[in-house]
């Protein structure tokens, strides 16, 4: 079985985000950037299959800061093909449409029976990467799965929906799943393992088209979250936020 | 080194590989004289509740049977306190040795808790164990007077580099032990300066946890910032850094003077007897850190500084220098608590509390950034313990020079 998984890089909020003057945009000077959570569950779900029933795994990435070290992470961890898009980064303006039309065109070329993908991001909460590669590569999608299993070239999926419903469904390969969680925590991989991929798995590094962001909305601003008017903020340190609490929660009848 | 991950029975080229691989640890091939008295599975704290406790590790080894071992997510309880070392007969390195290297199995095989991963991931990511943005890593020293000098900013040479390290830059209460000891010096007129957001973690718990490669990687990056710099010695505020900076790094080819910060001051005791005006009218009970304690031998210098303090009265703990309790932070115990009470259902920071509770202790003092939390939530939750004091010795130091400066 062979399966690919494209990855995003998010920005890591470790660091505070700030808004870019332009004010549509993140201020990238401080920015950095880490794997999308959700891919790295999509990323040990593509493992995961590979372990039970052998073929190949494939990650594919668009350049940016720290990319190197994801790609060397995951072959450390199993993957075998570590594709990097060179020319463009995270970070430039590229929005879903775009990027899904590059990883679309080399998932196109990989033909693989499976494409496993994060379901959302915390840039992406409307997790429009995967429903957008799917039409682009002519695939079925099916987003917030949380199990997979294969059998003679078919697939069940557990799909989660709200209020705790999970349905189980038969999707034909190949087919692009947006991954909510793999059957098991993302592995851990000693660094030892890592820096010896460094020195003996290579980089496929394939120049990336022009992108096309056709279709996509426009960003006409961008701004932090305002405090409701009937929102309290309480300044302070610790003893002074705990005292006014305490004397709130005395108000409002709670203790 | 093996690396392969057991998965038959009885996987004899593993249990091989292993066993020589601990013949290459200094003095390791003192494994072979163990005689399984079993004295370090009955000194070990968590040893009644591990599946394989150290003594019986070496029988299983012998009986070339050692994946069974690897099989038990007990290993994790141990927190690497060289408590089992120092009581061996056989003056075998088991803390060093036979623990650490089965880590560093278990590591290679991915078998590790969730928590502890993620402790591993935040040190790679972002140089520190708790996850925090490395560019804030000093901005404890904000505001602070005179300023903490940062040698990337200063840049001049300075006699003392400060190595703060991750608890004492990031914890609410490590950041308050490092400014009352950036009081101190300042007040000694100490030539010191730190390295802020350049430093990383010096990784000796990551490595105690198994994460070989790990602590070479944070020591490298150490090594390079500490060749961009001049100073004549290097003062740690954590045992665990100065085990690593003393006893580790040389073997990486970076080898530096280094002092914990408890033996420097001992140094300059006279000048700080006569600053120390203040009365702190207590009794005192000392932990002795692993790590500085039976890692190192260093026993005398902490309690020095807190007999030079007016009005402390010092007092002992049942269990006192080399026989002290681990407070459970040790060999990635930091970051296992949710693992550990699990599988314990208790916390040696709990012991310790009741030792000194036992012993009518009003401050019980510290000299490692990991213990202040880890006393301070056991006071909350031991009966009896609510008016136990935990405080950094730096920070009893600094309450005595401002008394002493308000009564002068």
């Known amino acids: 079985m062979n399966i690919v998984v494209p990855v995003k890089l998010v920005p890591d909020l470790v660091e505070d985000l700030e808004i870019d003057e332009s004010g549509i945009t993140l201020d990238t000077s401080w920015l950095r950037l880490i794997l999308n959570e959700v891919d790295e569950h999509a990323l040990e779900q593509a493992l995961l299959l590979k372990e039970a029933h052998g073929g190949t795994a494939s990650v594919i990435s668009l350049d940016g800061e720290g990319v190197d070290d994801v790609l060397f992470s995951s072959a450390a961890k199993g993957v075998d093909h570590l594709i990097k898009l060179t020319g463009l980064e995270f970070g430039d303006d590229l929005n879903n449409h775009a990027v899904a039309r590059l990883y679309g065109a080399i998932v196109e070329r990989l033909e693989p029976e499976l494409v496993l993908i994060g379901v959302q991001a915390h840039n992406d909460l409307d997790g429009s990467l995967g429903p957008l590669l799917a039409e682009y590569v002519g695939m079925p999608y099916v987003g917030y799965v949380s199990g997979i299993t294969v059998t003679d070239g078919k697939c069940r999926v557990l799909k989660e929906y709200p209020g705790g419903l999970i349905a189980e469904m038969d999707v034909v390969l190949p087919a692009v799943l947006g991954v909510q969680a793999a059957e098991a925590p993302p592995r851990y991989v000693a660094i030892s393992r890592i820096r010896q991929a460094m020195k003996t798995v290579s980089l496929d590094e394939q120049a990336a088209a022009d992108p096309d962001s056709g279709g996509g909305p426009t960003i006409d601003s961008m701004f932090k979250p305002e405090t409701g008017e009937r929102a309290t903020m309480i300044a302070g340190d610790e003893e002074e936020v705990a005292a006014k609490i305490v004397d709130l929660l005395g108000e409002l009848g709670k203790v | ?408």
């Open chain 2, 1 to 408: 080194m093996t690396t392969s991950t057991v998965d038959t029975p009885e996987d004899f080229e593993f249990n091989d590989a292993f066993r020589l691989s601990l013949e290459e640890v200094e003095q390791g091939r003192r494994i072979r004289a163990c005689l399984q008295c079993a004295a370090c599975s009955g000194i070990c704290p968590f040893g009644f509740l591990m599946d394989f406790p150290p003594h019986k590790m070496i029988s299983a080894m012998r009986a070339g049977m050692f994946e069974r071992v690897m099989g038990m997510d007990s290993l994790w309880l141990c927190v690497s306190c060289y408590a089992c070392a120092q009581v061996c007969p056989a003056q075998i390195p088991l803390t060093e040795g036979l623990m650490t290297r089965a880590k560093e199995e278990m590591v290679l095989a991915g078998n590790i808790p969730v928590e502890l991963q993620d402790a591993l991931e935040n040190s790679q990511r972002y140089g520190n164990a708790l996850g925090e943005p490395p560019r804030r890593r000093a901005d404890w020293a904000a505001g602070l007077e005179p300023a903490v000098p940062i040698l990337g900013k200063i840049k001049r040479s300075v006699d003392v580099l400060w190595f703060v390290g991750d608890y004492a830059s990031f914890h609410p209460r490590g950041r308050q032990a490092s400014q009352a000891l950036a009081t101190v010096l300042n007040r000694l007129g100490v030539d010191y300066g730190i390295l802020g957001p350049e430093e990383n973690s010096d990784g000796d718990s990551q490595r105690l946890a198994g994460e070989r490669g790990l602590f070479e990687m944070l020591a490298e990056k150490n090594g390079r910032v500490f060749e961009k710099y001049e100073f004549q010695e290097i003062l740690t505020t954590d045992p665990h850094a100065f085990n690593a900076l003393k006893n580790e790094y040389p073997a990486l080819g970076i080898s530096y003077p280094v002092r914990h910060y408890s033996q420097f001051l001992a140094t300059h005791l006279e000048q700080l007897q006569t600053m120390l005006g203040g009365a702190i009218s207590a009794r005192v009970a000392f932990h002795d850190p692993c790590y500085l304690g039976r890692a190192n031998g260093i026993y005398d210098e902490p309690r020095q500084l807190l007999a030079a303090v007016p009005g402390l009265e010092l007092v002992e703990m049942l269990h006192t220098r080399e026989t002290s309790i681990c407070c459970g932070g040790g060999g990635g115990g930091m970051w296992l608590d949710g693992f550990r009470w699990e599988k314990a259902r208790f916390r040696l920071s709990e012991v310790r509390v009741q030792e000194a509770l036992a012993v009518g202790a009003d401050i019980l003092a510290v000299t490692c950034p990991y213990e202040m939390p880890r006393f301070e939530d056991a006071a909350k939750t031991v009966e009896g313990a609510e008016h136990l004091v935990v405080k950094d010795i730096a920070e009893l130091l600094a309450d005595a020079l401002v008394e002493a400066e308000v009564s002068s």
